[in-house]
């Protein structure tokens, strides 16, 4: 091994730093460093590029060195000279590497100034470790993707909307052989309006909000062609909308990829070892940025607590090794008895929240308090499930008794499932009433049920407002009115309960689960009311400073600390999921609804999707012939082979490196091995041969 | 912006460039941090290279170091005497091992150094006994010190001789995901 080289050849004294007389010694070992070729300790890039950049002589990365300053200074000072032996392209090429480098740091301070909440995130990781901040770095990416799509819809949909309304374009009716039933659209207020009615319409999108940019209804089918002398100039904002929503989506899954493979990175070169070993614990369980001596006594706690978990983990098992077959039967039939009642919780809730959908659906025409209670229903109904069940589902995990581990992952896939599913759920109940699957006579004069929905796509976007606002109004009344509350009766009070009670923990996994059930819906809702990025970006923007504030002065820290590098990749698949189910919700809304007579841009058209095709036939000749030809066969064949021949490629390199690192591990173990035999081998010669041992020790 | 500095020369900081992982800024901004900790003692002019050293006390104080249970055997590993007495070559070394660009084995051969608290080139039992008992305050019982001890060098130790080498606590290191964001001190 290199740096045994280094210990052998470099004999430091135990502080690992040169005596005056060792001093001559360094000097001479450091002018030989750099003409042998050197295993750096940074086994990453750097050496492969200089040694391909530097040809012959492969130049030192100091930085990466063991060594103390002061001899990195003089092997500096060595290289230094030695350069002018050099050919010149070999200092051009190390004047390169440094101006890269530097411009490589250059930017990074750049970009570091522009980071949002830097110094807050430092802060949260230094007093609460890295399981917490990696919710906050979640939550950031969330913010900015929300914004940049916000953006995106507001250059493409949004402003040539209100650009053409303010010039005085008028939307076009609809052309197709229909009733006039169908083209009713009254969304404005009839006669008084009550002085309450403004708090109401904010709150469930209807009223004044109803008829705006907010929501889709609002949005003109106006397809602008203009053809003044010189230029040529056509918006076609139907197109435009549909499009961006499918941009929106494609952007959203590429940055969310792009995301999973950095984190799935490190895990891949980590080989995904076991979580829980003790090494890992002694060793890289303490966080060095760990400011305060609070925190400290926490993180001392904390190790402590991880310590005891995992010896009461090797209790357990060595206990249920010793199970009796009887015991055994009665532990696994219990265990399929709590995951019936865990399922059947879970169905019980997706039952209570179609019955909710409907009733409201059915009252929403109630006026009053009353009314907006009715509209708010689902949404109520969704989030008492989601804090309910998880805590029956705790306790019940009680009585399952599986190993602490387990116990976490089963905990956060029924959290997933439920919170995922009754979404899923809510829109379905809608979907059935839009397209009457109960009462088949409402909807055969328009193909969607005009009487309840005089613009179906509307009420869904109001569904989806009504939610996003919701989530927003419960964590906030939440923070007042639980939050900081228990923190003061748990401060001033003490007795036992408030003692057993204590103060609230920072949980990661819930709180995560509820930023992507709220991007599950933002995503979901963006076809059907266009600024709810913009609503969404500006929610978690408040969501952050009040977790923020909640974590700062309410929160002790979690005792069971959640692992941030292999979390963050959970994270980011579950909110894939989320991204499937809304985009199976776009595809059908896209593909297989009769969009309204009545109102948005898509009016005219059978499916939404119809309008790409019309839109071919005002492209010119040669880009038509273009787009036609990517479509035949005559390219997606080959196209599709030489992907074929690309993914075999990468799957064959893949597996190449998996067994290249199986084999180097194997390979480090057996020279751990052949030097026990040698120690041992060696151990075998010494009395064979005292006379020398004698004369040396002289 | 720019040579309006008077504390180091220009080839000076050049050579902090290349030998740690930080930038001209940052380098002003770690010798301002070190005069800090004694005013009096570090002069504004390092263009002749004082030698001046920190005592051990002082550089303790670091609020990023006050709490560490390990800032006596960090100030000991990078310190020339071994006593935790610090140059400024010392300290921007320090900081520059426990910055986020420093890569893993360069931070894995430190930190094999700092568990070492007999400087004997290997972790045996007593070293870690003691950094168990820093890294949770003494509450561990006699027994389930001894049983942690056991169990971490059954996982760890391949080679089989009752105690960890350098070899083997870089492999260890190299399967954790979290060293490089814990063994990381942010100044």
């Known amino acids: 091994m290199t740096i045994e080289q280094q210990r052998q050849g470099l004999a430091f004294s135990g502080s690992g730093h040169p005596t005056d007389q060792e001093s001559l010694r360094f000097r001479r070992v450091s002018s030989r460093m750099s003409t042998q070729i050197y295993h750096e300790p940074n086994s990453s890039t750097s050496l492969a590029q200089e040694e391909e950049q530097s040809g012959s002589e492969p130049t030192l990365e100091l930085r990466n060195t063991v060594f103390p300053m002061a001899l990195k200074k003089a092997a500096r000072q060595v290289q230094q000279m030695q350069v002018p032996a050099q050919f010149n392209g070999g200092s051009w090429k190390q004047k390169r590497i440094k101006f890269v480098r530097q411009f490589k740091s250059n930017v990074r301070e750049f970009l570091y100034f522009f980071s949002l909440w830097g110094k807050t995130l430092q802060k949260i990781g230094g007093n609460f470790g890295g399981g917490v901040q990696s919710y906050f770095i979640f939550l950031r990416f969330l913010v900015i993707l929300n914004f940049v799509s916000f953006l995106l819809i507001a250059g493409f949909v949004l402003i040539p909307s209100i650009v053409f309304r303010s010039v005085g374009i008028k939307p076009e009716s609809s052309k197709a052989d229909v009733s006039s039933e169908c083209l009713k659209y009254d969304p404005n207020p009839q006669g008084l309006v009550v002085f309450y009615e403004f708090f109401l319409d904010l709150l469930s999108g209807t009223g004044f909000m109803e008829y705006s940019y907010l929501f889709y209804g609002y949005y003109n089918n106006s397809v602008i062609v203009t053809s003044l002398v010189g230029s040529h100039f056509s918006y076609n904002i139907p197109l435009a909308y549909l499009l961006t929503a499918v941009f929106y989506f494609a952007f959203c899954l590429i940055c969310i990829i792009v995301r999973m493979g950095k984190a799935a990175r490190v895990a891949v070169t980590t080989g995904g070892s076991d979580v829980r070993s003790y090494s890992m614990i002694v060793f890289t369980g303490w966080d060095y940025g760990c400011l305060g001596s609070k925190a400290t006594k926490l993180k001392q706690r904390n190790i402590y607590y991880r310590l005891q978990v995992d010896l009461e983990e090797e209790r357990l098992k060595k206990h249920a090794a010793s199970l009796t077959l009887c015991n055994k039967v009665t532990l696994h039939s219990l265990r399929v008895l709590m995951f019936f009642v865990a399922v059947g919780l879970i169905v019980a809730t997706f039952l209570a929240i179609a019955r909710a959908t409907t009733f409201s ?68 109940t809608l979907w059935k009433q839009i397209m009457c699957h109960d009462s088949r006579d409402k909807c055969n004069l328009c193909h969607y049920n005009h009487e309840d929905y005089q613009c179906w796509e509307t009420s869904v976007g109001q569904e989806m407002y009504k939610l996003t606002l919701f989530d927003l109004l419960v964590s906030i009344a939440l923070l007042v009115l639980v939050e900081f509350p228990r923190r003061m009766v748990v401060d001033h009070w003490s007795c036992k309960l408030t003692q057993w009670v204590g103060r609230q923990e920072f949980v990661v996994p819930s709180n995560v689960l509820g930023l992507v059930y709220g991007q599950t819906v933002v995503w979901t809702g963006a076809l059907f009311c266009p600024l709810l990025p913009l609503i969404n970006t500006v929610k978690f923007v408040i969501l952050f400073y009040c977790k923020k504030i909640t974590l700062f002065y309410n929160c002790r820290p979690a005792l069971r600390t959640f692992r941030s590098t292999s979390s963050a990749i959970f994270f980011l698949a579950v909110l894939l999921f989320g991204w499937i189910l809304a985009l199976v919700v776009m595809i059908y809304s896209v593909a297989v609804i009769h969009p309204s007579f009545a109102c948005g841009p898509f009016r005219s058209f059978f499916r939404m999707w119809k309008i790409v095709p019309e839109s071919f036939s005002t492209l010119p000749e040669g880009a038509r012939d273009f787009l036609f030809f990517i479509g035949s066969q005559a390219f997606s064949i080959p196209l599709f082979a030489i992907s074929c021949v690309f993914m075999c490629y990468f799957i064959a390199l893949a597996s190449i490196y998996g067994k290249s690192v199986a084999m180097l591990r194997a390979q480090l173990k057996l020279a751990g091995q052949d030097k026990q035999f040698l120690v041992k081998q060696i151990e075998k010669m010494k009395p064979l041969s005292p006379q020398h041992n004698e004369g040396e020790q002289d | 912006m720019g040579n309006k500095q008077t504390i180091f020369t220009a080839q000076q900081l050049d050579a902090y460039q290349d030998c740690t992982y930080f930038t001209r800024k940052e380098i002003l901004r770690l010798f301002y941090r070190y005069r800090d900790l004694a005013p009096q003692l570090v002069p504004l002019d390092y263009t002749n290279h004082p030698d001046v050293k920190l005592p051990y006390e002082l550089i303790g104080s ?50 094999f150094k700092i568990y070492d608290f007999n400087n004997d080139d290997f972790i045996c039992k007593s070293d870690l ?22 169990k971490v060098i059954d996982e760890a130790d391949l080679d089989n001789d009752g105690r960890l080498s350098l070899e083997d606590f870089q492999h260890m290191i190299n399967r954790a995901p979290d060293f490089l964001s814990t063994f990381h001190i942010r100044i």
């Not at chain 2, 006994?129 to 056991?150: A, F, G, H, I, Y």
């Open chain 2, 62 to 111: 670091m609020p990023e170091l006050k709490d560490n249970p390990f800032r006596q055997r960090i100030a000991e590993v990078f310190s020339e005497d071994g006593e935790g007495n610090m140059t400024l070559d010392n300290f921007l070394d320090m900081f520059s091992v426990l910055s986020e660009m420093a890569p893993r084995d360069l931070k894995a051969y430190y930190a």
């Open chain 2, 129 to 150: 006994e003691k950094t168990l008992n820093k890294l949770t305050r003494n509450e561990l019982t006699e027994d389930e010190v001894k049983m942690v001890c056991e």
């Open chain 1, 361 to 428: 659906q059915e009252n929403s025409h109630v006026p009053g308090i009353l009314g907006l209670f009715y509209t708010y229903l689902p949404s109520i109904v969704i989030t008492l499930g989601n804090f309910l069940v998880p805590l029956l589902c705790d306790q019940i995990a009680l009585l399952e008794k599986y190993p602490p581990s387990a116990t976490v992952v089963v905990a956060l896939l029924r959290a997933v499932v439920l919170r995922l599913v009754s979404l899923g759920i809510l829109l379905f």
